[in-house]
């Protein structure tokens, strides 16, 4: 099951709209998710989405397809999943099938595929550059955006919050200049990432 979540940044707001149902996942859904569906608003704690992604799946799978989650995962299904991919993450929360070494997703507690999360081959935004302890310079073809650097983990950030980095601002307003003080030498070419419709599908940007 894939879910198209959408983030505007500058609201800090991450929502999933599912015919009359909005949810509105709080901290990347570390401190729950809020369903609301005409005048009934719910908030659904960390530990029961689950169950939700569950109950999205038996309702909607025809939009979305059918959820798998532990303990229907397999130790087998997971190892054959990474050994043909070469992915090195778990699969706990699902992938799609079928799968190939150049065709496969991983899915997040959100069920959002990992390339989302991580702009793998610069499918929403095309990469400048990056400096470890800095962060990761990208661009929409018009502007310089940039992905901060958490120290908490040292790693960088995801384009979306989530109950990793719950904190994520998500791609911040960048310039030459911030660019050039990080480290960076020569032509700064903007152009758009790959698939920049994805981008528009699932992002405002600041």
């Given at each position: ?44 704690s960390y530990d029961d989405w689950p169950e939700e992604l ?92 940039k992905r901060g650097w958490n120290e908490e983990v040292e ?52």
């Amino acid at each position: 099951m894939k879910l198209d979540w959408h983030f505007n940044i500058p609201e800090n707001k991450l929502t999933l709209t599912l015919d009359d149902i909005v949810y509105t996942a709080l901290a990347g859904a570390k401190e729950g998710v809020i369903k609301t569906q005409g005048k009934e608003t719910s908030t659904i704690s960390y530990d029961d989405w689950p169950e939700e992604l569950q109950w999205i799946s038996d309702n909607y799978s025809d939009d979305v397809g059918k959820h798998i989650i532990p303990p229907e995962l397999t130790d087998e299904e997971a190892e054959e999943f990474m050994e043909v991919t070469g992915c090195p993450a778990y699969p706990a929360w699902g992938f799609k099938t079928p799968y190939s070494k150049d065709d496969y997703e991983v899915y997040d507690r959100l069920a959002r595929p990992g390339w989302l999360l991580q702009n793998r081959e610069g499918r929403l935004m095309a990469e400048i550059t990056r400096f470890e302890g800095v962060g990761i310079f990208e661009t929409d073809g018009t502007n310089i955006y940039k992905r901060g650097w958490n120290e908490e983990v040292e790693t960088y950030y995801n384009c979306m919050p989530c109950c990793v980095f719950p904190d994520n601002p998500g791609w911040q307003l960048s310039s030459q200049e911030e660019l050039e003080e990080a480290g960076h030498k020569g032509e700064v070419i903007l152009q758009q990432g790959t698939e920049p419709e994805l981008l528009e599908k699932h992002f405002v940007l600041p």
